[in-house]
């Protein structure tokens, strides 16, 4: 039997077509299809600009240095996510403030940030210069409250929706909204693995012209316009090229279709192992609508865990541990945490099963039966 991938590309629309036309233009790094992909992405989430940029990570770092964030600044990050949403606070020679989990959907804990926020200012201490929250495994953080905290404190919120591509709020303030449009700036990866990809890339959104305006001056070397090479900050290489916008483009045009087949999956796995002793399901809130990038387990320990793994493994089905918090990677260790150790919890018991849109209901159903076996031996 052949492998099953975690989360693997679907190649089924333009690509060839859009890649062999952006080779055959002879515009390989700038060209038309950087525009047309922005202004499809633009379009698609309701954000007035969009900037394409190398990787979800250069997005990230781009925002922070358009936001103002220098050595010595703090910033606040989600302490469950994977380390690039933390990484380029430390390219700025920030401090990195974590902030724990809530259970209800795994992402930051909303309530701790206002009540972090509010302490400070009551006592005249220092605000973050940014807070970094991360739409975790394709579901929409809690960000209404959030939102108003940090506006009260005049403190700008960068979006991580790098797992999180076509997630919305069904509920509440932010119903109708999209992922990654409601803070100051939002960040999209595009790496192979993701809901589209553009064989690596990202893209950075925002209401803000200036802003936009200044991390695209940014993500080509800060040069200014003309013949000569002057350059008026210090800037990065972090555009995306126009062949892997060629690629990106045709990617997003099935983006729909990539979405109703992982929320599919996502549902299947919560209908087998919702009602299974040891086992629970992925959020799946009633105030949000997931993406189902990456669907998961919640297992009753490390233990269980670990032993549903091998199992898929010997099954040749490939299967992850969700991220470990960032307080227990070695470059964030001692980092101060608010709250408590939700994070800690979950990164013990969760795991990340196959979501590929090219999964099959056969391929599902063969990874459903060894987590069921693997689980009730472990319960045995």
Not at 97 to 126: F, H, I, M, Q
Not at 167 to 182: D, I, Q, Y
Request: charge should be negative; charged fraction near 20%.
């Amino acid at each position: 039997m052949a492998r099953i991938h975690l989360s693997e590309p679907a190649f089924r629309g333009n690509e060839d077509a859009y890649v062999r036309e952006a080779v055959a233009s002879s515009f390989v790094a700038g060209g038309p299809f950087l525009g047309r992909f922005e202004a499809a992405f633009a379009n698609r989430v309701d954000a007035p600009y969009a900037v394409a940029c190398a990787s979800g990570t250069a997005a990230i770092h781009l925002a922070l240095v358009a936001l103002g964030v220098r050595p010595g600044d703090e910033v606040w990050v989600s302490d469950l996510t994977f380390v690039a949403s933390a990484n380029p606070a430390r390219y700025c020679g920030a401090r990195v403030t974590l902030v724990d989990s809530e259970p209800e959907s795994w992402n930051l804990d909303p309530y701790v940030v206002a009540e972090e926020l509010d302490r400070r200012a009551a006592c005249g201490e220092a605000q973050p210069a940014a807070i970094v929250a991360v739409h975790l495994l394709g579901h929409p953080a809690r960000l209404d409250v959030l939102l108003v905290a940090a506006a009260e404190h005049g403190v700008p919120v960068v979006e991580d929706a790098a797992e999180s591509l076509g997630a919305t709020w069904t509920g509440g303030p932010l119903a109708g909204r999209e992922v990654g449009t409601v803070g100051t700036i939002g960040c999209f990866s595009f790496n192979g693995n993701k809901l589209v990809t553009s064989g690596g890339g990202g893209m950075l959104v925002t209401a803000n012209e200036a802003l936009a305006a200044h991390a695209r001056h940014l993500s080509t070397q800060a040069k200014l316009p003309g013949v000569g090479y002057a350059h008026d900050e210090i800037g990065f290489n972090y555009r995306l090229s126009n062949l892997s916008a060629a690629l990106g483009l045709a990617q997003f045009e099935q983006v729909d279709a990539f979405l109703a087949r992982r929320r599919e999956i996502a549902d299947r796995y919560d209908a087998a192992f919702s009602r299974v002793p040891g086992l629970a399901a992925a959020p799946d809130r009633p105030w949000a609508r997931r993406s189902g990038w990456l669907s998961s387990v919640v297992c009753a320990d490390p233990t269980v865990r670990e032993r549903i793994r091998l199992a898929l493994e010997a099954g040749d089905v490939e299967a992850r541990p969700v991220w470990a918090p960032l307080r227990h990677q070695a470059p964030y260790r001692g980092a101060p945490v608010l709250g408590g150790d939700v994070a800690v919890q979950l990164g013990d018991r969760v795991l990340n099963l196959p979501s590929s849109v090219t999964l099959t209901d056969e391929q599902q159903q063969r990874v459903i039966d060894v987590v069921l076996r693997a689980a009730s031996t472990a319960a045995a």
